[in-house]
């Protein structure tokens, strides 16, 4: 089965920097990529994805990038504040086979 | 568009009780997802249905857990008997489509004592 990957654990910026977290993923049937924000005694909520047969996407200060060669795909966040803190977490999906990663734990300091 | 409902929030029992956990979908998603989540860690998938079939079951722990979704809407996690270790968030999510978005409900908060 699919095994996702993720760094670090644990993120620390300051307000205005940026953030950048990683994953990696073991299946390369898997073909779509969603990037999940969970805060305290929440669920988790989808703030970004991306499919296969795209490089790249952009929401404003979120940014995902994916490379199929190598099996990664990156979060970027730019510009960050305060209320971006919490947990994400990455997660590879294979016809509804959905697999999440460890978690980042981000802290943006004011 | 209602989300996915989870209850209870909270539950706290003693070891070797039995405990239930209810979710209700959002209504017209056929995917229907039952997560473990420990503290500081990832949800782990137990359970996944496709409408009333469970489709994959590989990962919940057959002794103690059992798992039902009648007439492919609400589904049911049960424990019995509940272990210490089985304190963790249990989470719910449904999906409309296959390689699709989850939604996750507010999950369940097992403290086994």
């Known amino acids: 089965g699919e095994n996702v990957e993720q760094h670090p654990s644990t993120l620390s910026v300051q307000e205005g920097d940026s953030a950048v977290i990683k994953c990696t993923y073991s299946?390369?049937?898997?073909?779509?990529f969603p990037w999940y924000k969970q805060e305290l005694g929440k669920g988790p909520q989808l703030i970004i994805d991306?499919?296969?047969?795209?490089g790249e996407k952009k929401d404003q200060r979120i940014a995902v990038t994916l490379n199929k060669t190598a099996k990664h795909f990156s979060l970027h966040i730019t510009e960050t504040q305060p209320e971006d803190s919490a947990v994400y977490f990455c997660a590879a999906n294979n016809n509804n086979d959905m697999r999440f990663g460890a978690g980042t734990r981000l802290t943006v300091k004011p | 568009e209602a989300g996915v409902v989870q209850s209870p929030r909270y539950k706290i029992i003693e070891k070797k009780q039995p405990v239930a956990f209810w979710c209700n979908p959002i209504?017209?998603?056929?995917?229907l997802y039952w997560y473990l989540q420990n503290l500081g860690q990832g949800p782990e998938l137990l359970i996944r249905?496709?409408?009333?079939?469970?489709?994959?079951d590989s990962q919940l722990p057959k002794d103690r857990f059992s798992a039902e979704r009648l007439k492919g809407v609400d589904s049911t996690l049960k424990i019995q008997p509940a272990e210490l270790g089985d304190s963790a968030v249990y989470l719910c999510?449904?999906?409309?489509?296959?390689?699709?978005?989850?939604?996750f409900g507010e999950g369940s908060r097992l403290t086994v004592l």
């Open positions: 209504s017209g998603h056929n995917t």
């Open positions: 999510a449904s999906s409309p489509s296959r390689a699709g978005e989850l939604f």
């Open positions: 299946d390369s049937a898997s073909n779509y």
């Open positions: 249905y496709e409408n009333e079939e469970a489709v994959d």
């Open positions: 991306i499919r296969s047969n795209v």
